[in-house]
C-alpha cells in the first residue's frame, strides 16, 4: 500500500526514458509537440464518446482508475465490458497516436489499467487491447503472471524513483529526436559526445 498516488501514465514514462518521466512528474514539466498533440486529441475523442451497448459488450470511456496496492490513478481510455455468462469482464483498451514500440512501456500501462480494475471491481480481467493511430490496428494483449509482476515490479521502482527526487542525465538515442523536450533535455549537448563550445559553433549565426 502506498500513502501518494502516482499517475498510470508515468509507468510508460519511466519504461521509455527517465529523464524525461522526472522532467514530467518530478519537476512539473510538459512540452507539447505536434506528436503529443496528435496523441491528446486522440485520447480526448476516446473520452468524449457515449456509452454504447452492443450485443453481449457494453463499452464506456473515461472512467477513472486507481490502485492503492501499486499507488497509481488515471483514466481508462475505453473500458469493454464483455458478458459472460452472468458476468461482464473489463477489457480495457489504450489508445496510442504512434505505432507499437520496442519495449514494453505500453504493455505495462495497459496491464496497470486491468490491475486497478480488478481492485476497484474484484473482478478477474484477463486481457485487454492497445489501438495504434499510426497503424490502425489493434493488438490484443493478454495479462499474464510475467506482465502482472514486471507492472507491479516498475511501479514499485517508479515510486521510488520519484521519492528520490532526482533528475537522471541525459542518454541521447535516435528516439530523442521525436521527443517534445528535446529542446529543454539538449541530450545531444549535456548526454552526447558534442562539447559545449562546438553546441554553441554550429548553432551560432555570424551577425
Not at 499517475?7 to 506528436?35: D, G, P, T, V
Not at 475505453?78 to 480495457?92: I, Q
Request: some cysteine; proline content about 4%; aromatic content about 8%.
Amino acid at each position: 500500500m502506498y500513502d501518494d498516488l502516482l499517475s498510470i501514465s508515468a509507468l510508460s514514462h519511466y519504461i521509455f526514458c527517465k529523464r524525461r518521466c522526472a522532467l514530467i512528474h518530478i519537476e512539473q514539466l510538459w512540452i507539447e509537440n505536434m506528436f503529443t498533440a496528435e496523441g491528446r486529441v486522440m485520447h480526448d475523442n476516446a473520452h468524449d464518446q457515449r456509452i454504447e451497448n452492443r450485443k453481449n459488450v457494453r463499452i464506456e470511456r473515461g472512467i477513472p482508475l486507481r490502485s492503492f496496492a501499486l499507488g497509481l490513478t488515471g483514466k481508462a481510455d475505453v473500458v469493454e465490458f464483455h458478458k459472460e455468462g452472468r458476468m461482464w469482464l473489463p477489457f480495457p483498451v489504450e489508445y496510442k497516436r504512434g505505432k507499437p514500440k520496442a519495449d514494453d512501456c505500453d504493455t505495462v500501462q495497459l496491464c496497470a489499467q486491468a490491475l486497478c480494475l480488478e481492485e476497484m471491481l474484484s473482478v478477474e480481467v484477463r486481457a485487454g487491447a492497445l489501438f495504434y493511430g499510426k497503424t490502425r490496428r489493434r493488438h490484443d494483449v493478454a495479462f499474464d503472471a510475467e506482465l502482472r509482476a514486471r507492472t507491479t515490479e516498475t511501479a514499485r521502482q517508479l515510486h521510488e524513483f520519484v521519492a528520490r527526487a532526482e533528475t537522471p542525465q541525459p542518454d541521447f538515442r535516435k528516439k530523442c529526436e521525436s521527443c517534445s523536450f528535446f529542446d529543454v533535455c539538449m541530450p545531444k549537448v549535456i548526454g552526447g559526445h558534442m562539447v559545449v563550445e562546438r553546441y554553441i559553433s554550429e548553432n551560432t549565426i555570424e551577425p
